[in-house]
């Protein structure tokens, strides 16, 4: 550990910020159906946002969370997807170092920030991003040679479609959707067939978690399961 370390370490998590911003911005626009590709604005005044006022985590406090031109208060949602996303990168970094694991899994935080936000905010996955989750997997798997992987998923997907259908026949009610088995299915080809117990711990304590959450907040008995997937696959390559 030097200096060096340390600049690369602040580096990647203010890159992990960006990606935090970008995925919460993309997830906010599938939410209101509008263009990927417009210019961010004030929700506000709608005047269109500098480069100087779209810096991550920096911008929000420069500007103490207000927009410059009407001094409208900006949705701290911003930052905290912005911290989440800097300290996960942090995390994949101080694990991995700088390996081709790392690059493979810098761009899995993408779709991994886009699916945990639309799934918080509107409660759908999108299915390019869970795609894109699954062809990055059998990136890395071709790439390491760790073909087994797939075998995984061909034992997590049925396992948990007959788990949901008992779910489903006795309680009468729908408990997973077919976005959450997609997910579980294309998380799994990350995983060793060995390393699928401690998956399924991971999504299991962290469902109850949300689950909880959700109701203590929002009173609802529906809460989106797709951050307790992905978090369980992240958490269980990690430890
Ligand atoms: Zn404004």
């Known amino acids: 550990m030097n200096y060096s370390y340390f600049i690369l370490l602040f580096l990647i998590g203010f890159w992990g910020a960006s990606i935090g911003s970008f995925a919460l911005c993309t997830a906010q626009r599938l939410e209101e159906g509008a263009s990927l590709f417009k210019r961010s604005q004030c929700e506000a005044c709608e005047k269109p946002l500098g ?10 406090l420069f500007q103490k969370g207000k927009c410059v031109y009407c001094e409208s ?4 949602n911003y930052l905290y997807a912005e911290l989440f996303l800097t ?3 942090m995390l994949g970094f ?7 694991d790392f690059i493979i899994y810098f761009i899995f935080l993408h779709f991994f920030g886009i699916i945990i ?12 991003a869970s795609l894109g989750v699954g062809v990055l997997g059998l ?3 071709s790439l390491t040679g760790t073909y087994s992987y797939v075998l995984s998923s061909v034992i997590a997907v049925p396992v948990v479609w007959v788990i949901q259908r008992a779910i489903t026949k006795f309680k009468h009610q729908k408990s997973l959707g077919e976005g959450d088995l997609l997910l579980i299915g294309v998380c799994a080809i990350w ?10 711990m991971g999504i299991g304590g962290l469902g109850l978690i949300m ?7 929002f009173k609802e008995a529906r809460f989106p399961f797709a951050p307790a997937i992905l978090l369980g696959m992240v958490l269980t390559k990690m430890i």
């Open 73 to 76: 208060p900006f949705s701290p």
């Open 191 to 200: 995983l060793a067939p060995k390393e699928l117990p401690y998956f399924a």
């Open 94 to 100: 101080w694990k991995w170092g700088l390996s081709l």
């Open 139 to 141: 990136l890395k798997i």
């Open 117 to 128: 936000f639309s799934d918080l905010l509107i409660k759908k996955i999108p299915m390019f």
């Open 87 to 89: 300290i996960f990168a």
């Open 51 to 60: 480069p100087l006022q779209l810096i991550p985590l920096f911008s929000y």
């Open 211 to 217: 689950a909880f959450i959700w109701h203590k907040k």
